[in-house]
């Protein structure tokens, strides 16, 4: 079992910047690729951003590229995802998820709970 707790979602104006963490517990986190997804009200959760078990590989969703870095520190078990260039369709709660590298929900095996991301015009 792998337990995630994500944090650092708030209110944050257009342009504004904010850094999402994660935080992992429970078997070997490098074991693990990480993901992050979002999910805004009335939409299916969507992939945002992944990183392999060692860092040495990411990916991004096309809507986010350039805007958003993942990043991981596998000796604190934790995992980042630092948003630039917020817009408002950023607005989602984000969660963090462990599981093998993939653009899909169903390549990952646990969940956070997610945090609440607002972007405010």
């Known amino acids: 079992q792998v337990h995630l707790v994500e944090s650092g979602g708030e209110l944050v104006q257009v342009g504004g910047s904010l850094r999402l963490s994660c935080a992992a517990s429970g078997r070997t986190f490098s074991g693990y690729a990480m993901g992050w997804f979002r999910q805004a009200p009335g939409k299916e959760r969507e992939f945002v951003a992944t990183?392999?078990?060692?860092?040495?590989?990411?990916t991004y969703s096309d809507s986010v590229k350039g805007r958003f870095t993942i990043s991981r520190d596998n000796a604190r078990n934790t995992v980042d995802l630092q948003m630039n260039s917020l817009k408002p369709e950023d607005t989602a709660k984000y969660y963090c998820a462990a599981g093998l590298y993939g653009t899909t929900l169903r390549y990952y095996d646990y969940w956070g709970q997610g945090t609440q991301v607002t972007v405010s015009s």
């Open positions: 990183i392999s078990r060692l860092g040495g590989s990411t």
